[in-house]
């Protein structure tokens, strides 16, 4: 893609930078910008330059240094950068500069630089606030769009006769900046005459400016007149039709309302009650579990007694017998063993004049301590029926080994081991459960701090308190229960409590974060009370077709009066086109208003 680089001197204007871009055929363009140049000093030329490069749909990139010149261009819309893709050697002379050196002598550029400077003390009314001092000149132009067959039309004309008008012409120009403050006074400067300046054209055009003298000198001199009327006339019809146009830009008033009030956030509420500021609430459960596993750090002697299990023996007689806990059994081996519990043996049967034993298992505990009673299957008797007939006839055995007896020293779950892993497992849960409300609740809803309530449903060790582990698992359930709310029906009762402040004329902008304070919670009602502050922005409408009639066809005066007495309005600033305008264009849809949303 061809690129083209045009360079504006500072005290170019913003016509003949437009110029320059309905000249050129490049699509994309670098416009060098100097450091403080005339068009860079107001935001209504550069949205012009903005208009008019998108009407051409040519793509302009702002090419400057200046960091004011940057962020004004950046605001209209404009690409920036502060060189050149293929920066130019700075001691390279441009196209234009040598041109200017072969047609302008030294004394004539001096005499022209000098024009130049009393030209731009241009003729402004101010309107500031009282006291205040003057608000920094806003230089605006607007070029109107035309039709391609027109421009082309006047273009040429141009070329045919800027050879006759070189050096006569006047550049003339409007600046209308009018900030509009609170406590109106009006000032005036004085107008100095605008000089006569020297219109410097390059080479190449000059050429073909005698190739057309050279062609139009042999057309007879009435009708190369009567052309020319013509084409001024039509010129002037046009200008006067199509291109009176104006910008507007208006910054509404704005202001700030503290607010300072009480909520309540019920569940079993389903619309809002401005009127009690009550709005509806939401009660969100989650449950959640996790186990883990731990060291035991316990250590103590253990004095356990062997136990096991013995089938108890009646062929004694046909009547039952009851054994009392503690009964002792000896083992083949000499090692007694008790009853844990007190047991009735069902009385044997007799069949054919002979006894059958009946029987019942037991469960026994070693008399001692140790793993000596650890013994295997063996035969029991029972010591207290020694001497009488029932001795014989009341016997036990064991089918399983006796196990558990030790007097080791071993380690054991501690109070403190479970009291850790449950606060340990407790927390790891509360971080899970916020991470988990945080996707589930969706993001329209409102959690606020200590909202939520945790209780812990199961608690389940692997090994008591106590027990001989040298590891334990601790499983714990939680269950989370947080009571939410719509912060949208938080702002409808702010617009209530502030419906006295909006009175039509201004609306609430720039939604605002609430402080939340003083909560209260009472998860089993599903109710929480809490207070809001802050302060809310309200800005005020500006009816544009209002103000647009009330300015169509009214002279500059009459614009500031009207727009002075607008009580809406803070300040405004507008613009005509073309400069030698006086007033407001009759036709609405040439009046173009803008808002301002930059407070």
């Known amino acids: 893609m061809n690129e083209k680089n045009i360079y504006i001197n500072a005290n170019e204007e913003i016509t003949s930078v437009i110029d320059k871009l309905i000249r050129t055929k490049e699509e994309e363009l670098f416009l060098v910008i100097p450091e403080g140049a005339v068009i860079s000093q107001s935001l209504v030329n550069l949205k012009l330059l903005k208009r008019e490069a998108d009407n051409l749909r040519k793509k302009v990139t702002i090419v400057s240094q200046d960091s004011a010149v940057q962020r004004l261009a950046k605001k209209t819309g404009f690409s920036v950068s502060e060189s050149l893709p293929e920066q130019l050697d700075e001691h390279l002379e441009r196209p234009e500069d040598a041109i200017l050196q072969e047609q302008v002598t030294p004394d004539e550029f001096k005499k022209f630089l000098k024009e130049e400077k009393k030209s731009s003390s241009l003729r402004m009314s101010d309107i500031i606030k009282s006291g205040a001092p003057p608000p920094g000149k806003l230089t605006t132009k607007k070029i109107e769009d035309i039709s391609e067959k027109s421009a082309d039309l006047l273009l040429e004309h141009r070329e045919e006769t800027e050879s006759k008008i070189l050096g006569k012409q006047q550049i003339f120009e409007k600046e209308e ?12 400067y004085k107008q100095e005459d605008i000089a006569k300046k020297p219109l410097v054209y390059p080479a190449e055009n000059q050429e073909k400016s005698r190739e057309a003298i050279s062609t139009v000198s042999s057309f007879p001199k009435k009708i190369f007149g009567i052309f020319i009327i013509s084409a001024i006339i039509i010129a002037g019809v046009i200008f006067y039709l199509v291109l009176p146009k104006a910008d507007v830009s208006i910054t509404a008033k704005r202001e700030q309302i503290p607010f300072d009030f009480k909520v309540l956030a019920d569940k079993n509420l389903s619309q809002i009650d401005v009127a009690s500021n009550k709005i509806p609430a939401q009660l969100v459960k989650l449950e959640e579990r996790d186990s883990q596993e731990f060291l035991a750090t316990g250590r103590r002697q253990l004095n356990e007694k062997a136990k096991g299990t013995i089938t108890v023996y009646n062929a004694y007689s046909s009547s039952p017998q009851a054994l009392v806990e503690t009964t002792r059994f000896l083992s083949q081996d000499g090692k007694i063993f008790r009853l844990t519990k007190t047991i009735r043996i069902p009385g044997a049967k007799i069949e054919e004049g002979k006894i059958l034993a009946s ?13 000596a009673y650890n013994i295997g299957p063996s035969n029991f008797s029972i010591p207290g029926f020694q001497d009488s007939p029932k001795y014989a006839g009341f016997y036990g055995k064991s089918k399983g080994s006796m196990s558990g007896g030790s007097t080791e020293n071993v380690k054991v779950v501690t109070q403190d081991d479970f009291d850790n892993a449950k606060s340990k497992i407790s927390e790891s849960l509360n971080q899970k459960i916020q991470t988990d409300l945080a996707a589930q609740i969706s993001s329209d809803l409102k959690v606020l701090e200590g909202a939520t309530e945790t209780k812990i449903t199961e608690i389940k060790p692997s090994v008591d308190v106590g ?3 040298e ?17 949208a029906d938080v702002y409808s009762l702010l617009q209530g409590s502030l419906s006295d402040n909006l009175d039509g004329n201004k609306e609430m902008v720039n939604q605002i974060s609430f402080n939340y304070k003083d909560m209260k919670i009472d998860i089993d009602k599903g109710q929480m009370s809490f207070g809001v ?3 809310q922005e309200i800005i005020w409408k500006v009816n544009q077709e209002e103000i647009k009639k009330l300015i169509a066809g009214k002279q500059q005066s009459e614009v500031r009066q009207i727009l002075s007495g607008r009580q809406e309005i803070k300040e405004a600033q507008f613009s005509l086109w073309p400069f030698w305008a006086k007033s407001i264009p009759k036709q609405i849809d040439k009046i173009n208003i803008i808002i301002d949303s930059v407070k």
């Open 471 to 487: 590891k334990f698992m601790l499983s714990i359930t939680s269950l989370a229960t947080v009571l939410v709310f719509k912060e």
């Open 533 to 535: 502050a802050g302060s």
């Open 467 to 469: 027990g001989k582990a």
């Open 177 to 188: 900046s009018i900030p509009i403050k609170e406590n109106f006074e009006i000032k005036s």
């Open 359 to 371: 029987f019942l298992d037991v469960d026994v505990e070693a008399d001692q301590p140790g793993a």
